[in-house]
């Protein structure tokens, strides 16, 4: 049943179209396969040769052995690509095991081992807000003895700020739950935090934004409206943007497109490193890139891991200047699956979005593993200041409304 065409493998788990593999690759002279969930399978392309799916697409073996099947049918990969986060370890290994292009399980480690990377940050000279590695509650309350509470604990390959958890003093240590493995407790920093997005070639930067968040990661873990707004201070976009080649020189000498998280002190232009990773960010990132900055780091990212060079970028999009980009998450109205039950849009307010991603009533939120997809609404904002896109953030953060019925 092998074809003549060379055998792409896509691991894919988004609904929505936060990449657009048919832009990215011919499906009629390649023959591209996704090992998909059921959640995403919904967003493979018409065209795709070949879909297989899988309960998460971060176990290995059930990947693993979806990829067998597909080179069966199809022959054996010329490229396997993963472009979420959770995914990055699983194709690295695949890649390694069929011989195909893109980085490795060593050169994706740095960027999904927090406490790998913020000693390679650390030992770079660079600031780090004080950590340590962390295996039951007495390690947790003698490094707060040392640097003070409150403290953050969190999973060494975790995402989305998944188990990641504030300390206020010695009885929540008692609470955490360490299931054997060893966490990483880092020195509370109360600093803005900002993120960072674009393409490292190696050794400078690429395009790249500054954002600062509206709230916290954390905080929407427990209800809370997250958003982020592009900077637009020159000089401080300057100030963020030499600390990030320092860090991305720290982790890689091989392109890449990196998220960055970074703690910010905006009077002194100083910042102290949190975590970054080696994939495009989450939300509306993705999609604001495309639609303000004229560039897509998606393709960017899928084009490096088929061993090929990112397309150049327009002149927009290669210096931080121009429109500014922003970007709000509602969270879930109820404990997921639930359905809707009323949304309000927010398109043609104004201020307010230029985009929206809302589910209608009576549509399903399922309880899938894209945890900034599957939300009570998203919204994406373009204005000509980091103030104007701000106060249209507020607002709708403050007049949306959304409602759902547990299932």
């Not at 690295?92 to 399980?105: D, F, K, T, V, Y």
């Not at 509470?149 to 998944?162: D, H, I, N, Q």
């Not at 949304?343 to 399903?364: F, H, I, K, N, Q």
């Not at 507020?394 to 409304?401: E, G, L, M, Q, S």
Request: charged share 25%.
């Amino acid at each position: 049943m092998m074809g003549d065409r060379p055998h792409v493998v896509v691991i894919h788990r988004w609904r929505a179209r936060y990449a657009e593999y048919a832009r990215y690759v011919d499906h009629r002279r390649t023959a591209v396969t996704y090992v998909s969930t059921e959640v995403g399978a919904s967003a493979v392309p018409a065209d795709a040769a070949g879909v297989a799916l899988v309960p998460a697409t971060d176990d290995l073996p059930s990947v693993a052995d979806r990829v067998k099947q597909l080179a069966v049918e199809h022959g054996q990969p010329s490229a396997i690509v993963a472009l979420k986060e959770d995914d990055l370890l699983v194709a690295a290994q695949l890649r390694r095991e069929w011989g195909c292009p893109g980085p490795r399980p060593e050169q994706v480690l740095p960027f999904r081992d927090k406490l790998a990377m913020t000693r390679a940050v650390a030992g770079a000279g660079l600031a780090v807000p004080a950590f340590v590695a962390a295996r039951d509650a007495d390690e947790i309350r003698a490094f707060a003895d040392r640097h003070g509470w409150p403290v953050v604990v969190k999973p060494r390959l975790g995402s989305s700020s998944a188990g990641v958890a504030r300390l206020d003093g010695p009885a929540d240590a008692e609470r955490v739950e360490f299931a054997g493995e060893t966490l990483m407790v880092q020195a509370f920093d109360p600093r803005q935090i900002y993120h960072v997005d674009g393409y490292f070639d190696g050794a400078r930067l690429g395009p790249y934004r500054a954002s600062r968040y509206v709230n916290d990661c954390l905080g929407f873990r427990t209800g809370t409206a997250l958003g982020s707004v592009e900077e637009d201070d020159p000089d401080l976009v300057a100030a963020i943007g030499a600390f990030t080649a320092r860090v991305m020189a720290a982790l890689t000498g091989d392109p890449s497109v990196f998220h960055l998280e970074v703690f910010v002190d905006p009077r002194r232009r100083e910042c102290a490193f949190l975590e970054v990773g080696a994939r495009v960010g989450g939300a509306e990132i993705p999609f604001l890139w495309r639609e303000v900055h004229g560039y897509d780091l998606m393709e960017t990212a899928f084009r490096l891991q088929l061993g090929r060079h990112p397309r150049p970028w327009p002149a927009a999009a290669g210096v931080p200047r121009g429109e500014v980009a922003g970007w709000l998450l509602a969270p879930a109205p109820a404990a997921r699956p639930c359905r809707i039950t009323e949304a309000t849009s927010m398109l043609g307010r104004d201020p307010g979005p230029y985009a929206e991603a809302l589910l209608r009533p009576g549509e399903v939120l399922p309880a899938a593993d894209a945890y900034y997809e599957h939300v009570g609404g998203r919204f994406r904002f373009r204005g000509a200041c980091s103030a104007d896109v701000a106060a249209a953030i507020a607002v709708t953060a403050r007049d949306f409304r959304v409602a759902a019925e547990p299932l």
